[in-house]
Structure formats: C-alpha cells, structure tokens
C-alpha cells in the first residue's frame, strides 16, 4: 500500500474522554498535514510538519488538540477532553515538499 | 481573512459538460487546485492550474481561470455516473501547505 492510510476510520467516543487518531503517511513525504471537515464544509487546516518539527499550528487547535510526528514518519493527533463540537472528519495529507498532496480517507469522530 | 466559495450543488445530465465555479480572494497564489471527493473515499487532486495560466485541458477536464475577477472553473465535458462526487476549489495564499478551501459542490448526476 503506497498510500496515506489512518486509523482509526471511525471513532465514536463520549464527551470528556481522550481519543488519539495516527497517520502514516507516504514513505518519502517530508511533509505531513492535519485537518478537519465538518459536514457541508470544505477541509479545515489544523497543523504541518516538514520532518518531526510542527511548523504551523491553526487558531482552530486549541490547547486540548496536540499534534506529534516523533520520527518524521507517522504522526498522531490527540484530542483530550473532548466535546461535541470536536466531531468531524479529521483527514491527514502528506507531500513531497510542495509538491501535490495526497490525502488520507479520514477518520470520522463523533463525540456522543 | 482569504476566502474560496462555491455553489453547493450543481445537478446535470448524464453525458452534458458539467461546469463548477469557484470564486478567491486572494490573488497572491502560485497554483489553484481542484480536489474530487466521493463518498467514502479521501480527497483526490483532480487537476491544478498555474496562475499564469488562463486555461489548462486534461482529457474531459478544462480549467479556466480569470485573475481579473478571481474566479476559477472546472468543466467535466460528456459527465458520468462516475463524476458524481464534491469537488472542492483550494487557494494556498501565502504557502503550498495551507490550503483555503470552498465548501465543496455536490454533483449529482441524472440519467
């Protein structure tokens, strides 16, 4: 599988708990990107890394969402407490450099 | 702030072109993308154009792009079932990496 897989697909959790997602994206990418779509809205960044280091961060995360990528390969995005409004699809997209970027299928959350 | 925005849904034939327009703020892009999705199924680039270009072609696709007015088209000439999909008009305005996106519009196919 040469693509950007995530897990999980679908995660459904109650208010207040903790719900970490992983990415993997396509071996060579250096660059690796978080975001979120809520339903009849078009994709929301969240946060970049080139290599291990988180460049950019969005207004939108706030201090419960945390972003790692410890190697360089995979990353992790972990919501913490979270709350209804968190629910949405959380896509994860890499690239080589700025070249085009290929997206994940997403994982959906719903905080019930 | 930058802004992209789209119809929400455009409803066509099968077999007539399709014609999805998108409108941008900010000018300052190197390049304006089109993503596909369809149900289920991550977002897939469907084609990009250079914003020294005012057309690119790409078999059934055409990308027309006016600075002038900010405005950004895509037509799907001899639409399918298999077209059915939203596709998405994205601005990276100061960065190849922040992507501002329209909300998508929903193309639904009739027979």
């Known amino acids: 599988d040469t693509g950007v897989s995530q897990d999980p697909r679908h995660k459904i959790t109650k208010r207040g708990q903790n719900v970490t997602f992983r990415c993997d994206p396509i071996?060579?990418?250096?660059?690796l990107y978080w975001y979120r779509q809520t339903l009849g809205q078009g994709p929301e960044f969240l946060t970049y890394?080139?290599?291990?280091?988180?460049?950019?961060k969005s207004r939108l995360l706030s201090d419960r969402f945390s972003a790692e990528r410890p190697k360089g390969s995979f990353s992790t995005l972990e919501i913490q407490r979270t709350e209804q409004g968190d629910s949405a699809m959380y896509l994860c997209?890499?690239?080589?450099?700025?070249?085009?970027?290929?997206f994940g299928q997403g994982t959906r959350l719903t905080v019930v | 702030g930058e802004d992209v925005e789209q119809s929400l849904f455009l409803s066509v034939r099968e077999g007539d072109s399709s014609v999805i327009n998108c409108t941008y703020t900010?000018?300052?892009?190197?390049?304006l993308y089109w993503y596909k999705q369809e149900p289920g199924a991550g977002l897939q680039l469907l084609t990009y154009i250079f914003s020294n270009m005012d057309m690119k072609q790409d078999q059934r696709l055409t990308v027309l792009l006016n600075k002038k007015d900010k405005h950004l088209s895509l037509r799907i000439a001899d639409t399918q079932t298999g077209d059915s999909a939203i596709y998405f008009c994205?601005?990276?305005?100061?960065?190849?990496?922040?992507?501002?996106w329209g909300a998508g519009t929903k193309l639904i196919i009739k027979p």
């Open positions: 994205a601005d990276p305005p100061d960065s190849n990496y922040q992507l501002i």
């Open positions: 890394f080139q290599n291990e280091a988180q460049l950019e």
């Open positions: 071996s060579e990418h250096n660059r």
């Open positions: 997209a890499s690239s080589l450099d700025s070249t085009e970027a290929f």
């Open positions: 900010d000018s300052s892009s190197t390049y």
